[in-house]
């Protein structure tokens, strides 16, 4: 079964950091196209930022309000993607997903993957 | 600062309404724009892909259309689990972006 499943949220305090995973299943993380998406509490979506295939260069996007402060990384034994958050403030605090296209994005992009997303609470 | 604006922002239907949702781009995006369906506690699905195809499993009473900057997504009669928000997103230019999403409740 194709799914991906994450883990890692919790309650943290301003400026403080947390890792996010996404346990993938039913197809390799390092073949497809990753994606964290996050939605705050009564907002819209958000895309937080993405990693292409190893086939397509592997490199790596973010959004605006999290560059420099956001890393995203695979781990390929694991077929894991993961989410590093430092410096974290109250407007991070959000339903974090992460979503996958198993086709490139240079050429037919889906992401019709996703994960039921975990919580990240930023407070004091 | 590219924009997508969804229009309407709410819309109260009854089950077997046809329904049609907008989506415009403040610049030109190609086909380049999908469509989700997100509903309260769940993961977002993805509907349609690159304007106007169907993502798999997707039921046919769900359209997409349009290019360039003026995008449609038709929900030929509604169905009781049609009910919930859909987010227009787009992949052409980065940071790619969603749409403010458009509610769809019961009358």
């Known amino acids: 079964e194709v799914q991906l499943v994450e883990s890692g949220g919790g309650l943290v305090k301003p400026g403080g950091s947390l890792r996010l995973s996404c346990a993938a299943s039913?197809?390799?993380?390092?073949?497809?196209?990753m994606s964290w998406v996050r939605q705050a509490p009564g907002k819209g979506l958000e895309w937080v930022g993405r990693?292409?295939?190893?086939?397509?260069?592997?490199?790596?996007d973010y959004a605006a309000p999290v560059k420099g402060r956001f890393f995203i990384s695979r781990d390929d034994s694991k077929n894991s993607l993961y989410l590093e958050m430092d410096n974290l403030k109250t407007e991070d605090t959000a339903v974090y997903y992460c979503?996958?296209?198993?086709?490139?994005?240079?050429?037919?992009?889906?992401?019709?993957?996703w994960g039921q997303g975990t919580m990240v609470t930023v407070s004091s | 600062e590219f924009v997508l604006t969804q229009s309407p922002a709410t819309l109260s239907l009854s089950p077997g309404e046809r329904v049609t949702l907008s989506c415009r781009a403040s610049?030109?995006?190609?086909?380049?724009l999908a469509w989700y369906q997100h509903k309260p506690g769940q993961a977002p699905r993805l509907l349609i892909y690159?304007?106007?195809n169907r993502a798999t499993g997707i039921p046919a009473r769900f359209s997409g259309s349009g290019s360039g900057t003026d995008f449609t997504l038709t929900i030929s009669s509604l169905e009781p689990e049609d009910f919930a928000v859909y987010y227009c997103?787009?992949?052409?230019?980065?940071?790619?972006?969603f749409g403010q999403g458009t509610k769809v409740e019961i009358k």
């Open positions: 979503s996958s296209s198993t086709t490139s994005c240079y050429t037919l992009c889906a992401f019709d993957i």
């Open positions: 039913g197809f390799t993380v390092s073949n497809a196209w």
């Open positions: 990693v292409k295939s190893i086939a397509d260069g592997g490199t790596r």
């Open positions: 610049q030109r995006i190609s086909n380049y």
């Open positions: 690159d304007a106007s």
């Open positions: 997103q787009q992949r052409s230019i980065w940071p790619w972006t």
